[in-house]
């Protein structure tokens, strides 16, 4: 059975850190993604990964946001830094890889496999 699970989320205050993780199983990774929805429910894609390499950052993280993969545990991470109120969303990974969303990210459902999420909130 294909799962991921992300982990790591929690709540930190403005410039703060998070590295969050999304660990699978079933498969191993190749091309994926990690995506966040906030308060506008639009899903928004924020890094894509390819074989350990990135190949893509969301506007809104480049220089912040960094991924890295342990092949050895088939997990991936998500590395946050200078974080910002407006980075706080319920962040997923995902086998999906999309690069234009206009609706919430469980529309896309049938574009990947998707974890379940992890809350991420930025205080000022």
């Known amino acids: 059975e294909v799962q991921l699970v992300e982990s790591g989320g929690g709540s930190v205050q403005t410039g703060g850190s998070l590295t969050l993780s999304c660990s699978a199983s079933g498969f191993t990774f190749g091309e994926m993604g990690w995506y966040r929805q906030g308060p506008n429910n639009v899903c928004e894609p924020v890094l894509f990964?390819?074989?350990?390499?990135?190949?893509y950052y969301g506007d809104s993280v480049k220089g912040r946001f960094t991924a890295s993969q342990d092949n050895a545990k088939n997990t991936v991470y998500l590395h946050m830094n200078s974080l910002k109120p407006e980075d706080t969303a319920n962040y997923y990974c995902s086998t999906a890889i999309v690069r234009t969303m206009t609706f919430p990210c469980e529309k896309y459902d049938g574009f990947g496999y998707w974890g379940q999420g992890t809350q991420v909130t930025v205080s000022s």
């Open positions: 990964m390819n074989t350990g390499f990135t190949s």
